[in-house]
């Protein structure tokens, strides 16, 4: 069982990968450009998870912290 569910993650993030480089090398024309979207791409993409990560951390402490506020009186 578990080796079904690894190939299956392994060959939808192939698959991924495959429609993203052919989407640039659409855009682009040729796959060296398209790779070299790609690098780019593959560089920004920790700076662009944390970023939203930390997004994501700070809204559910609003979140949180309004929930611990109790409820607002302020008329509506």
């Known amino acids: 069982m578990r080796l079904n569910i690894f190939t299956t993650i392994v060959a939808v993030i192939c698959v991924a990968f495959l429609a993203t480089l052919g ?4 855009q682009e024309g040729s796959f060296e450009r398209a790779g070299a979207r790609m690098d780019v791409a593959l560089g920004n993409l920790p700076e662009n998870a944390a ?3 930390n997004e994501t951390a700070e809204t559910t402490g609003d979140v949180i912290q ?7 009186d302020s008329p509506g």
């Open 23 to 26: 989407v640039f090398y659409i």
């Open 51 to 53: 970023r939203a990560a």
């Open 66 to 72: 309004d929930i611990a506020d109790g409820p607002d």
